[in-house]
């Protein structure tokens, strides 16, 4: 593939590989990321009452998301393992049938933190539906999507149809 292609993870030969970033300059980056899950009412007011027999669903899903990003790379081939100076995760719902996770990852590097933000969501919704499956299996893992990222040469980006 010629170097003018927006593919950076292949190489001449069309193969797989890891984007070199040893001259790429340090910047503060930020990335935010979101997942919807959707459930029935009564499992989500379970969970915001903390009467689920698993324990705390909230505080599970958060501490898996927080080791989920600071994981991303043992998992996602191609990411490369990034030093996170923060990761905050937050929970918001729509008072009927909808649980909102949103994860906000932030580091001072050569590379972005959209895949650890991506995947620090996408933990946290898999361990609200492992924690909840014994109430509700038909539970959706909906709509996980990048909210906003800033720093690095291609600049920010902020979503304009969070509806998506």
């Known amino acids: 593939m010629p170097d ?9 030969q069309g193969r797989a590989r890891m984007v070199d970033i040893s001259d790429k300059d340090e910047t503060k ?19 915001l009452e903390g ?3 698993k324990g705390d669903v909230l ?24 030093a996170l100076t923060g990761v905050d995760i937050q929970f918001s719902n729509n008072g009927i049938n909808e649980l909102y996770i949103e994860a906000t990852v932030r580091t ?17 919704a898999l361990t609200v539906y492992d924690m909840c499956k014994a109430v509700e299996k038909d539970m959706i893992i909906n709509s996980t999507l990048l909210v906003m990222k800033t720093g690095g040469k ?8 969070m509806k998506a």
């Open 4 to 12: 003018s292609s927006p593919l950076t993870h292949f190489n001449e």
């Open 29 to 47: 980056r930020t990335a935010t990321a979101r997942s919807t899950l959707l459930m029935k009412s009564d499992t989500l007011n379970l969970i």
């Open 51 to 53: 009467k689920m027999k």
């Open 59 to 82: 505080a599970v899903a958060q501490v898996a998301g927080i080791m989920a990003a600071k994981k991303t790379s043992d998992w996602i081939p191609m990411c490369h393992p990034i």
């Open 108 to 124: 001072t590097g050569p590379t972005g933190v959209e895949m650890e933000a991506l995947t620090a969501v996408s933990a946290a």
């Open 154 to 161: 291609n600049g920010d980006f902020h979503r304009q149809d």
